[in-house]
């Protein structure tokens, strides 16, 4: 079982930078790779990052890319996303989300999730 917990949200113009955490609890928590997720009303759910259990494998669909970074620190069983450049269409609920080892970019393909974080970019 493993809870994750997202936090850093917020209001952010344009152009501007926000880091979302993603803190795990449970006692193989380190052994999960993590995928970070977005929902806007009346949209899918939207793969936007996905890092392995080791960090060695990160992934990011072409309309984040160069703009995201994830993180992971396991001595802290947390799991980063800094975004960048954000724009007011990365506006959106994000998720993080857990599965065993490797990240994947199906949300159907994820065993937990946190309860998500309000991101918002005003133009």
């Known amino acids: 079982q493993v809870q994750l917990v997202e936090s850093g949200g917020g209001l952010v113009q344009a152009g501007g930078s926000l880091r979302l955490s993603c803190a795990a609890s449970?006692?193989?928590?380190?052994?999960?790779?993590m995928g970070w997720f977005r929902q806007a009303p009346g949209k899918e759910r939207e793969f936007v990052a996905g890092i392995s259990w080791r960090g060695a494998t990160i992934d990011y669909p072409d309309s984040v890319k160069g703009r995201f970074t994830v993180s992971r620190d396991n001595a802290k069983n947390t799991v980063y996303l800094q975004m960048n450049s954000l724009k007011p269409e990365d506006t959106a609920v994000y998720y993080c989300?857990?599965?065993?080892?490797?990240?994947?970019?199906?949300?159907?393909?994820?065993?937990?999730w946190g309860q998500g974080t309000q991101v918002t970019v005003s133009s």
């Open positions: 989300a857990a599965r065993k080892y490797t990240a994947d970019q199906g949300a159907y393909q994820y065993d937990y």
């Open positions: 449970g006692r193989t928590a380190s052994t999960y790779a």
